[in-house]
């Protein structure tokens, strides 16, 4: 079993940065490739970006690249996203999920969920 929990969701202008963490804690954290997804409002819930068991990222949404990026610390259990640039079309609900070891793109591959965390940008 893997528990997660996000946070450092929030409001932030346009143009700003935020930084959102992912907790782990439960079972062998080494082993589970975790994964960034997002959900807007009317939308589905989509993955953008994960980082595998050996720390291999991988993009799911061209829309994010050169502003979003995953990393992660295997001696605290934790997942990070690290957002700039960041416009209201990443207005969403931020979710962090976990896998085994490889990163799959589509929410029915990952077991475990955190409870999300919201992020608005707006001026």
């Known amino acids: 079993q893997l528990q997660l929990v996000e946070s450092g969701g929030g409001s932030v202008q346009p143009g700003g940065s935020l930084r959102l963490s992912c907790a782990a804690s439960?079972?062998?954290?080494?082993?589970?490739?975790i994964a960034w997804f997002r959900q807007a409002p009317g939308e589905e819930r989509e993955a953008f970006l994960c980082?595998?068991?050996?720390?291999?990222?991988?993009r799911y949404q061209d829309s994010v690249k050169g502003r979003f990026t995953i990393s992660r610390d295997k001696a605290k259990k934790m997942v990070y996203l690290q957002m700039n640039s960041l416009t209201p079309e990443d207005t969403a609900v931020y979710y962090c999920?976990?896998?085994?070891?490889?990163?799959?793109?589509?929410?029915?591959?990952?077991?475990?969920w955190g409870q999300g965390t919201q992020v608005t940008v707006s001026s």
């Open positions: 980082i595998n068991y050996h720390s291999i990222p991988s």
């Open positions: 999920a976990g896998r085994i070891y490889d990163c799959i793109d589509g929410g029915r591959w990952y077991q475990y």
């Open positions: 439960g079972s062998i954290f080494d082993s589970y490739a």
